[in-house]
């Protein structure tokens, strides 16, 4: 049986230990980082399952690591941040990250977030395919990455993909914002929307999509979302 890895990154060696005493526990394989530096080395060798970030690293911003990670890696993302302002939680979300837990928290609670987070990414890799095509564009959810006519590759993050799933499981549905938040799960309200509108954004620009005009990704204001192209799976 696969154990799931579990890399965490805390400049504090009390937060590490008992973050990994708790996953160890639970059944998840774990390595700690107290830098960035060393962390990213150990990236290149391996890709964990889940990425535990604090964002209050010595040697690296955490906010642009977040991103990077989301950009490279299918690895699920949980911030792990003392900084409970709405601003770096939103910022957080729209970087990349799939989850943002505020210290101090129960290590239970942790462990209940890696597993639904897990067990949603299992099923949906389980029960859907990883290929569509549409519009000139194919979208490969194995790589992250989208593929133009001309072969050019656009690189999209786990979040963005999730995002951009929905829609093309969805084509000429309207997809509203309640949707969206039962289906991706976060807490409903204004850093979720704010975190949606920024996903939707940066897809229709990696879409090539004109911003006052959108051929694709419809806004039906007041309502939710249309993916207006025809999508083919395999």
Same mark, same amino acid.
């Given at each position: 049986?696969?154990?799931?890895?579990?890399?965490?990154?805390?400049?504090?060696?009390?937060?590490?230990?008992?973050?990994?005493?708790?996953?160890?526990?639970?059944? +998840?394989?774990?390595?700690?980082?107290?830098?960035?530096?060393?962390?990213?080395?150990?990236?290149?060798?391996?890709?964990?399952? &889940?990425? =535990?970030?604090?964002?209050?690293? $010595?040697?690296?911003?955490?906010?642009?690591?977040?991103?990077?990670?989301?950009?490279?890696?299918?690895?699920?993302?949980?911030? @792990?941040?003392?900084?409970?302002? &709405?601003?770096?939680?939103?910022? !957080? =979300?729209? =970087?990349?990250?799939?989850?943002? @837990?505020?210290?101090?928290?129960?290590?239970?609670?942790?462990?209940?977030?890696?597993?639904?987070?897990?067990?949603?990414?299992?099923?949906? %890799?389980?029960?859907?395919?990883?290929?569509?095509?549409?519009?000139?564009?194919?979208?490969? +959810?194995?790589?992250?990455?989208?593929?133009?006519?001309?072969g050019t590759e656009v690189a999209f993050s786990h979040a963005e993909g999730e995002v951009l799933r929905l829609f093309l499981d969805a084509p000429?549905?309207?997809?509203?914002?309640?949707?969206?938040?039962?289906?991706?799960? !976060?807490?409903? !309200?204004?850093?979720?929307?704010?975190?949606?509108?920024?996903? @939707?954004?940066?897809?229709?620009?990696?879409?090539?999509?004109? $911003?006052?005009? $959108?051929?694709?990704?419809?806004?039906?204001?007041?309502? !939710?979302?249309?993916? =207006?192209?025809? &999508?083919?799976? %395999?």
């Amino acid at each position: 049986m696969h154990q799931p890895h579990v890399a965490i990154l805390d400049d504090e060696a009390e937060i590490r230990r008992m973050l990994a005493d708790a996953l160890t526990d639970a059944g +998840f394989r774990t390595t700690t980082y107290a830098r960035a530096t060393e962390f990213e080395a150990a990236l290149k060798r391996t890709t964990p399952d &889940v990425c =535990l970030v604090d964002l209050g690293l $010595p040697d690296r911003d955490g906010l642009a690591l977040v991103h990077r990670l989301a950009l490279e890696s299918g690895a699920t993302i949980i911030i @792990i941040s003392g900084r409970s302002n &709405v601003y770096d939680r939103v910022t !957080g =979300l729209e =970087l990349g990250a799939d989850d943002y @837990i505020i210290k101090p928290f129960e290590p239970a609670e942790v462990v209940a977030r890696i597993r639904a987070r897990l067990r949603k990414t299992r099923n949906a %890799s389980e029960q859907a395919p990883m290929v569509a095509s549409f519009n000139g564009w194919q979208a490969h +959810f194995d790589r992250y990455v989208l593929v133009a006519e001309d072969g050019t590759e656009v690189a999209f993050s786990h979040a963005e993909g999730e995002v951009l799933r929905l829609f093309l499981d969805a084509p000429k549905r309207l997809v509203s914002r309640a949707q969206m938040q039962e289906t991706l799960g !976060g807490a409903a !309200g204004e850093s979720f929307d704010r975190a949606m509108d920024v996903r @939707i954004s940066r897809l229709r620009t990696k879409l090539g999509e004109d $911003p006052r005009n $959108p051929r694709l990704i419809k806004t039906i204001y007041g309502a !939710g979302y249309i993916f =207006l192209g025809d &999508v083919s799976w %395999s």
